[in-house]
DNA sequence: CTGAAAGCGCTTACAG
DNA sequence: CTGAAAGCGCTTACAG
């Protein structure tokens, strides 16, 4: 039952292969009476014109392939949430390809999808290639955008990490406190280097010295660090430091919510401020820099398929601005 | 550069179509010199095999499908974890596909899924489908294994559902509750109504009388009603009866975190016992009915694998059995 | 309105 | 060790 072909219809249908393959496609100009007995054998055969036969043919897949390093992280589940919305509007499928994140040959998965041609357009989700990479990509020509990430040969949305940090910063400045720690996750990332240089940029900008134990990361590097453990562990070590710091800002939500609980458990206190603002966050209360992940999947995804319909106007950089939201784990209390 | 294909290599290399085939395929036999050149030629080119082109001469695609209905749901992405972690053992690319989720039309997309043969074998997610259409998918007779589902005919692994309410019950009654209530997420889905069943069996064990006004979901429905949001609609719900329940058992672990923020809005406390326990469980205090899902995902993954490599033994039904997790949100406090 | 035939880009017996 | 040729299952001008 699987396995029938056109040839199958066909013959049964007493019609030529090209007569069924156009039944199929809906092309006009088929006559009735043959269009129902194409579909009746089809249907009884359980025919379906197969995808990659019909890929080769056409050379359009009619699939969009959204390729990403970590699937089970926050982030990307609520970006990706937005590209799921935002491609119901279209006549696309969706194809998650996940590569594995083992640093040096990453960048060579990557170009085996693009050569293989897997997809009449990608998505790229926080693969973070270096400039080089990403100088590489472009000269394919293929349909692409980047998400969490940018590049000026290519269409990208991304967020001005920069300006996340600094909100952040201020905000404690503003508060009065000077000893503030960062959870950082990943350092030798790309955004890891980012957001660890934006943070010293500001304490500069204050005239604070920069203490280096106060930039910390948990030992356990599963996904890359963003995970609830690495920020428990992080703020373990704040903790114990001699000087222990008066206010944390934090890489991620996901390690913020780990940082509370070691507070927690040490009945110690300090302002904390995540990273992201996924769903959970504002359910638990936790003051964060709001990326719009949905708002960026959806983006992406529009931008994409316009790109594949017209390649006229040149790469486009769509760069959100993030947002302070301040909830109860900025409170002073006590 | 995206485009050459086998022929560009073999002209310019010297060689016919066939070499350079068997040179990419790192087939046996092949002198030294004739490799190098092609090798050589193909870097130059950029040169991969097209998945199309290569998955229709071989009949074969190295692909693994993971098909899901709802990608954005902390369920799945736990899953989906275990099944990165296992496929990394083998030489198959995984690949998800999204169906939506809108009710009738969703089995239709399904068959036709595995009519096209976009995979080598199936891992299919929540697809809570009805035995009559479980029954149509194993007259396909493909690698498929299901995963939070179980159906004689074919490989699954699951957990056993009412098991776990029933723990869950038992805890409370065991502590003396007796109105205990129950959030439950979309009523008319398979799973929905298992529990809703299991939950009132128990407490007919005890022989409390079943008080239709304390099974309650939000009105939310996003994501089948899985959703922080839906969890403290629900919540504010119970404590707006004129007879609150004293306890709460809640189908999933991300409607206990809006759960218990509509209980601190409110200034109220009682025991609640989420589903699934996702890693953010441990973190917040909240108690839950653990499922393995990162070995689920990986079971699943190992079995498919086998499967496809041996059709021999007959189907296969794994099922876990969930365990209680005691944490402090189910402590009495006051 | 329908069919014969070429082509999509590969793989793989079959010869040599 | 290598090539010519058939085949995988479709689509799509081109004729009629």
Chains 1, 2 share one sequence.
Not at 97 to 106: E, L, P, R, V
Request: proline share 3%; with cysteine.
């Amino acid at each position: 039952m699987a396995g029938s072909t056109i040839y199958d219809i066909a013959k049964k249908a007493g019609v030529s292969i090209a007569t069924v393959s156009r039944v199929m496609n809906k092309s006009e100009g088929i006559a009735d009476k043959t269009r129902k007995k194409v579909l009746k054998v089809a249907d009884e055969l359980g025919y379906h014109p197969q995808a990659y036969a019909q890929g080769l043919a056409r050379k359009k897949k009619n699939i969009i392939m959204v390729v990403v390093p970590v699937l089970s992280n926050y982030f990307f589940m609520e970006v990706l949430s937005g590209i799921q919305d935002e491609i119901s509007n279209y006549d696309y499928d969706l194809n998650i390809f996940n590569i594995q994140n083992d640093g040096n040959n990453m960048f060579e998965q990557v170009e085996n999808i693009l050569k293989r041609q897997w997809a009449d357009g990608y998505l790229f989700i926080s693969t973070h290639l270096r400039d080089h990479q990403l100088e590489k990509l472009e000269s394919y020509d293929v349909p692409l955008t980047l998400v969490d990430e940018d590049y000026s040969g290519i269409d990208s949305v991304s967020v001005d990490n920069q300006q996340g940090i600094q909100q952040a910063m201020q905000y404690f400045l503003a508060q009065g406190l000077r000893r503030i720690a960062m959870i950082s996750a990943l350092k030798s990332s790309k955004p890891g280097e980012e957001r660890i240089e934006g943070y010293k940029k500001e304490l500069r900008k204050a005239d604070i010295p920069v203490d280096e134990n106060l930039i910390v990361a948990g030992d356990s590097m599963y996904r890359d660090g963003f995970s609830e453990q690495n920020g428990y562990e992080a703020m373990l070590k704040l903790i114990d430091l001699k000087n222990p710091p008066e206010a944390c800002f934090c890489s991620s939500d996901i390690q913020a919510v780990g940082a509370i609980k070691a507070m927690k458990e040490r009945g110690v206190h300090i302002p904390i401020i995540g990273y992201d603002d996924i769903t959970i966050s504002n359910y638990i209360g936790l003051s964060t820099i709001r990326q719009p992940m949905h708002d960026m999947g959806a983006f992406a995804t529009k931008n994409l398929v316009e790109r594949m319909q017209n390649k006229k106007e040149g790469p486009i950089q769509k760069i959100y601005s993030p947002e302070l939201i301040l909830r109860s784990s900025t409170e002073i209390r006590d």
